[in-house]
């Protein structure tokens, strides 16, 4: 892989809490634990140990990264801030936040990478 922009964005997530109990032992396929942190800029979110964040919730977590991207504020789909926001995943079992962070790069269409 030979990765050619310095995305505009970089994400950090962490896992916040259980909506089932204490652990995730029995629901959660992907192991988390509260403190898991995750980062990503374009690509999907690895952890420290070089794994990778669980499927189901990058379906959820892409269009909210998107929105970022293309300028949005978070608080408009319920965020507690313009660059952050609580994710449930889809089988209900972990709540992960998805924090970004300016990088201070150009938006990969506005600064005519594609020229």
């Known amino acids: 892989m030979k990765k050619w ?3 505009e964005y970089q994400f950090e997530i962490e896992v916040n ?7 995730t032992e029995g629901y959660c396929r992907n192991g988390e634990e ?6 990503c800029s ?19 977590m892409f269009p909210v990264m998107e929105a970022v991207r293309s300028g ?10 313009k660059y952050s926001k609580d994710i449930v995943c889809p089988d ?11 990088t201070g790069n150009e938006n ?6 594609l020229d």
């Open 5 to 7: 922009y310095n995305e």
């Open 17 to 23: 809490g259980f909506l089932r109990g204490d652990k």
């Open 34 to 39: 509260i403190g898991d942190k995750y980062k």
């Open 42 to 60: 374009y690509g999907c979110p690895v952890n420290s140990e070089g794994q990778g964040i669980c499927s189901k919730v990058m379906m959820i």
């Open 72 to 81: 949005g504020d978070l608080e408009n789909i319920g965020g507690d801030g």
């Open 92 to 102: 209900g079992c972990v709540i992960f936040r998805l924090t970004a962070n300016k």
């Open 108 to 113: 990969f269409f506005k600064g005519k990478f």
